[in-house]
Structures are given as structure tokens and as C-alpha cells.
């Protein structure tokens, strides 16, 4: 019998951008919450829980990456360096629970400009490059609910915002041929560090995040 996580999977797999798709919250939870040992959880330097579901629940190919992100609650904030960055993989989004707005921008290098670009350098401690001075142009903003699915290409910049929490996104991701990690695009004047390593999120400490998720939704 099919999990359903692995038949949310297939429903993401074959939606397309703008497509509305209705998915089983609960039983997402469930599935997410009775394998919450063979998943890896921590977390994420914009202030949401990353749950990679890859060693568990594969994207449908083999060759994407599996992940759920929670907003417990609303106020969640992210490090110093902000929430406006670029990918280094195109994602494929679903709703699941919450209302989030999405932005894309387009960078325009400019030495004067408002925002550092800073590169981040994956490793077993992150490290962080500048990669020059931006100016950001939003190009799009569009109000995301609940089974709402939404594509981004790799190296495009976004940023999201909650509006309604709890959230939860479940996400197909697949990397792209550069190997240049992220880029993130901060007004911070405190240096470009930021993240160097994620913190974990124990499986109890988990279940009972799911569990307040699921409590709050019903």
C-alpha cells in the first residue's frame, strides 16, 4: 500500500505552476510523524523546520529531493543575513496548510546598491563569500494557499513571507549543473556571516511540533 506521503509525491510530481491539488494534510502528518526516525530535520537559517524526507520518500525519478518545511507558528524569523536569496536547484512547492506570499526579484548589480550578495559555501561548517553589491526589482508577488502549487526556477530570487500559520509545504527539489552554492541578499551591516552549521531537531522534539500542527489545524 502506498504511503501518503509517496502519493502527495506523485500529485506534486505530475501538477505544473498555478495548479490547485488536494492532498491529505492529516494523513501527511501521520506518515511524516510514524517515520520520524528516518527522517533528518533541522533548523533552517530563514526561521522554518527543513524535514528531508530523501532517505525515506524519494522524488518519483530518483534524482529529486524530498522535503517538508513547517512554520509551527507565525513570528518565526530568520539569521542575520535575511530572507531574500536565490537556489541552487528549481523547486516545485504545494501548500499544505497555511497562506504564504512568494516574491521573485531580479538582481542588478550596482555598487551602490542596497543589498551584499553573499555566497554560501556548503561544507561541514558553511562559509560565506561576498560576491558584490544589488539592487533587487521585485518581478512577482502572488498570495499562496492551501493546495496551491508553485514552481522557481534555480538561481532565481525569492523570498517568502506567512501570513497564516501553522505551514507546511511539502517540496520537490532537483540541482542544477553549477556547482556555485546559494546566494543570499542581505542589508546587514554585521559582516556576511550567517548559518555556519543548522541545528537538529530531535525526533521527539519533532513529533511534538507535528503534533501542535495538527492540534492548531483542528
Known amino acids: 500500500m502506498s504511503s501518503a506521503v509517496s502519493v502527495a509525491v506523485e500529485r506534486l510530481a505530475e501538477a505544473v505552476d498555478g495548479d490547485t491539488v488536494n492532498f491529505d494534510v492529516e494523513a501527511i502528518l501521520d506518515d511524516v510523524r510514524a517515520h520520524v526516525s528516518d527522517v533528518r530535520a533541522t533548523r533552517h537559517p530563514l526561521g522554518f523546520t527543513h524535514v528531508d524526507l530523501t532517505d525515506w520518500q524519494a522524488g518519483p525519478t530518483g534524482s529529486e529531493k524530498c522535503r517538508l518545511h513547517l512554520w509551527p507558528r507565525a513570528g518565526?524569523?530568520?539569521?542575520?543575513?535575511?530572507?531574500?536569496?536565490?537556489?541552487?536547484?528549481?523547486?516545485k512547492s504545494a501548500i499544505l496548510?497555511?497562506?504564504?506570499?512568494?516574491?521573485?526579484?531580479?538582481?542588478?548589480?550596482?555598487?551602490?546598491?542596497?543589498y551584499s550578495g553573499v555566497r554560501v559555501i556548503y561544507g561541514l561548517e558553511n562559509e560565506f563569500a561576498l560576491e558584490g553589491r544589488f539592487d533587487l526589482r521585485e518581478v512577482r508577488r502572488r498570495t499562496l494557499t492551501v493546495g496551491q502549487v508553485y514552481e522557481l526556477a534555480a538561481r532565481k530570487v525569492h523570498a517568502t513571507e506567512l501570513i497564516a500559520g501553522p505551514a507546511v509545504t511539502l517540496l520537490l527539489t532537483t540541482d542544477d549543473d553549477d556547482t556555485a552554492g546559494p546566494v543570499v541578499f542581505t542589508r546587514s551591516t554585521e559582516g556576511v556571516g550567517g548559518t555556519a552549521v543548522r541545528d537538529p531537531v530531535h525526533?521527539?522534539?519533532?513529533?511534538?511540533?507535528?503534533?501542535?500542527?495538527?492540534?492548531?489545524?483542528?
Open 97 to 114: 496548510l497555511g497562506t504564504l506570499i512568494d516574491e521573485t526579484y531580479e538582481p542588478r548589480p550596482n555598487p551602490d546598491g542596497l
Open 76 to 91: 518565526l524569523t530568520s539569521d542575520q543575513l535575511g530572507r531574500f536569496h536565490l537556489h541552487s536547484w528549481t523547486l
Open 203 to 218: 525526533p521527539d522534539h519533532l513529533t511534538r511540533m507535528l503534533d501542535e500542527i495538527s492540534r492548531v489545524r483542528t
